[in-house]
């Protein structure tokens, strides 16, 4: 398992953006994912990137408008979320899975052993 810092939550209007970032102690061995937790509802899948950042995966919901990406040099995966509507309001949590180099990123949670402690993204409309 790896421990995973996140930051880059916080208040944004309706159609706007913001970034958030996870970090980790050698990030490179590991596919990171993004889940959120809306207010009153089950954690869902955001996007995912495998170890090397050659293959991602997004739910529907946020397909176009975000856009995952990873800097294995600085042991960080970055979340970037542009126009953003009101129904992205969650608690947003990174997530880590040690595999090797050739395994897609994964859809569910379970495929995760080590998760953040999450970052509050509130997008006012």
């Known amino acids: 398992q790896v421990r995973l810092v996140e930051s880059g939550g916080g208040l944004a209007q309706a159609g706007g953006s913001l970034r958030l970032s996870c970090g980790g102690r050698?990030?490179?061995?590991?596919?990171v994912g993004w889940f959120r937790r809306p207010p009153g509802q089950e954690r869902e899948f955001v996007a995912a990137i495998s170890r090397g950042g050659g293959n991602t995966i997004y739910a529907d919901s946020v397909k176009g408008r975000f856009t995952i990406s990873r800097d294995n040099d600085n042991n960080s995966v970055h979340l970037q979320m542009d126009s953003l509507k009101s129904e992205d309001t969650a608690v947003y949590y990174c997530?880590?899975?040690?595999?090797?180099?050739?395994?897609?990123?994964?859809?569910?949670?379970?495929?995760?052993?080590?998760w953040g402690q999450g970052t509050q993204v509130t997008v006012s409309s």
């Open positions: 050698a990030f490179s061995n590991y596919a």
């Open positions: 997530a880590a899975a040690r595999t090797i180099l050739t395994v897609p990123p994964s859809a569910q949670p379970e495929s995760y052993s080590s």
